[in-house]
């Protein structure tokens, strides 16, 4: 090999920064180029050497998310990725949405880092609080301002909605058999959740239970000020361009 070609050979020890998203990460090539079929790992690979373009000397740009990109750097240096979910954490917690994202942009394999499957009953209880978003957005089409949604304990295929509309009771039905557990064991990560998503919503749980071997209904309610924006909610519809 030339001389030429040696100095345009990649070193493994020649240390890189990745700029993402204004956050600086400095490490290794050869940490990278550990993961070949990945983003990073073919980027910095020895045949891609030609069509690097740096800034700076050896910093390299990445429009993404830096607050994200930290565990997707703990693949690079471990293997894996030590992301739990925390319901009690502060806001800023990454959620797993967020981590699959950039797991997909950099090409890492879900399943070489187990998040490719969610849980069963983290699946089911996603699916039971959209039901519940949906019964607020339902209800507030018809001009309502509270809903109340009873689950039994003892006979689980029963269940109340106050006010009593045959959509409400469509959208809640098929939860009717799951709705006491996941209030019992979720309801107040569920009141939380409902508020951020709704301005000005209120949200509480009675426990209707009369004995503690004996459970017997939970009751959640939701109100919020009803005040419809009208000039808004044209200029969503299809009826703005009427206008």
């Not at 550990?34 to 980027?43: H, K, R, V």
């Amino acid at each position: 090999m030339s001389e030429e070609g040696k100095e345009q050979q990649p070193k493994a020890d020649e240390r890189i920064i990745l700029n993402v998203g204004g956050v600086k990460f400095e490490t290794y090539r050869s940490t990278l180029t550990a993961y070949p079929d990945t983003f990073l790992g073919t980027m910095f690979g020895d045949r891609n050497q030609s069509m690097l373009h740096p800034y700076n000397g050896n910093e390299y740009f990445f429009d993404r998310d830096g607050r994200v990109f930290h565990y997707i750097m703990q693949y690079y240096r471990t293997g894996k990725i030590m992301w739990k979910p925390h319901a009690d954490c502060c806001s800023s917690t990454v959620t797993r949405e967020e981590i699959l994202q950039e797991v997909d942009f950099f090409q890492i394999s879900r399943e070489e880092i187990g998040l490719n499957e969610q849980h069963p009953v983290a699946l089911m209880l996603d699916k039971f609080v959209e039901m519940l978003k949906a019964c607020v957005w339902q209800a507030m089409a018809v001009g309502e301002t509270i809903i109340e949604i009873v689950f039994a304990y003892n006979n689980k295929e029963v269940f109340e909605v106050s006010p009593d509309l045959n959509m409400l009771n469509d959208i809640v039905r098929p939860f009717a058999e799951c709705g006491y557990f996941f209030l019992s064991m979720f309801g107040r990560e569920i009141e939380q959740h409902l508020k951020t998503e709704f301005a000005g919503l209120s949200c509480g749980l009675i426990d209707k239970t009369e004995d503690f071997y004996k459970p017997g209904r939970i009751v959640l309610k939701i109100s919020w000020n009803n005040r419809i924006n009208r000039k808004q909610i044209l200029g969503e519809s299809c009826l703005a361009k009427h206008r």
